[in-house]
């Protein structure tokens, strides 16, 4: 795929939009504020906006985190607008600006995107993240601090720091080139990837409790109804990193987590190992994601969830 030019595309444009998927993971708000400090930076009479619903305030250490705009209320056009992290489909609020932009520039490592959906599209299914593929078409003489600390953000939440398959030699190079820039790195995994308040343990523990495996103990499901999220006062970002546990059980291939968000509605996440590409199965129902993390969302009861993601994890674990 033949490298774009970021500041050539944005020459002539006045007005820039910047905006990535709902329900915004580290990749998608790394990608996006590190894209807004470099396209601020070398051309700074050019106005930039970043669209995105509220972030999780794990990130607000993050320059300027308070310029996104969560409210989709501004009015006008764009010259330019950059979807990051995912296809038009998944942009929520930030969708009517894909719509009547000049140029559309779509960056996404997701395989189930793999045509992309811009005018001008650079998609690479085997980078760890977004952020990864964005440090490709920066040059990195222009980086700095803040630019370097926000791909950084990017890349280590959606390759679990380094732990899961995505991680390629490439990835850790680029990290290797992003430490120098001296922001605390310990500390920002630490704080925006491992700790938990007290509420997100609370409910992890009870989800972990109440989780259920099958297909002789290589499956494990979990899910929490709206009944639970109000009884412990938490927020569908409360969730986070409950699949993951669960995959991390001894003997498990692939973990299903699902939570409530409408009557017979339920948000479904899915981990696994080299058994079960779970990207086949979400995108079977009209999601998406990688080989090894994806999700779509799904209607029935609990029971008709699990018994429809089933049939088709039961047929790849057959293969094996």
């Known amino acids: 795929m033949s490298k774009v030019n ?27 504020m590190a ?10 009479d050019t106005e930039v906006k970043v669209f995105l619903e509220k972030p999780s305030d794990v990130f607000s250490d993050m320059k300027d985190f308070e310029d996104i705009d969560s409210s989709f209320a501004e009015e006008g056009t764009f010259d330019v607008f950059f979807v990051l992290d995912t296809n038009k489909e998944r942009l929520g609020g930030a969708a009517k600006y894909f719509e009547t932009a000049g140029k559309t520039i779509n960056i996404d490592h997701h395989i189930s995107n793999s045509a992309g959906c811009g005018d001008i599209n650079v998609v690479e299914p085997h980078a760890s993240s977004t ?24 890349i280590i939440h959606d390759c679990g720091v380094f732990q899961y398959s995505n991680t390629s030699p490439k990835t850790l190079e680029i ?17 925006t990837f491992y700790q938990k308040t007290y509420l997100q343990n609370q409910i992890m523990g009870r989800a972990l409790m109440e989780s259920i495996r099958f297909m002789d103990g ?31 059980i001894k003997g498990v291939d692939c973990a299903v987590f699902m939570y409530e968000i409408g009557l017979m509605e ?15 199965v979400a995108s079977y129902f009209g999601g998406g994601g990688h080989v090894r993390a994806a999700g ?4 029935g009861t609990f029971h008709d969830v699990i018994n429809n993601l089933s049939l088709h994890i039961e047929k790849q674990l057959e293969r094996r």
């Open 175 to 191: 990290a290797a080139k992003l430490i120098p820039f001296d922001f605390n790195f310990p500390r920002l995994i630490e704080e």
């Open 266 to 280: 339920y948000k479904v996440s899915m981990r696994s190992n080299e058994h079960v590409d779970v990207a086949k």
């Open 218 to 248: 290589r499956c494990i499901v979990s899910c929490v109804d709206r009944k639970m999220m109000e009884f412990y006062g938490v927020v569908p970002g409360d969730l986070d990193g409950i699949v993951n546990q669960l995959r991390n």
């Open 131 to 154: 952020a990864e593929v964005l440090f490709g078409l920066m040059e990195e003489k222009l980086l700095d601090k803040d630019i370097a600390k926000a791909l950084y953000i990017g």
């Open 6 to 32: 970021l500041l050539a595309e944005c020459s002539k444009a006045s007005r820039i939009a910047i905006s990535a998927h709902i329900r915004p993971d580290g990749d998608a708000v790394g990608s996006c």
């Open 35 to 44: 894209l807004y400090y470099y396209l601020r930076k070398m051309l700074p």
């Open 296 to 299: 779509c969302t799904m209607k």
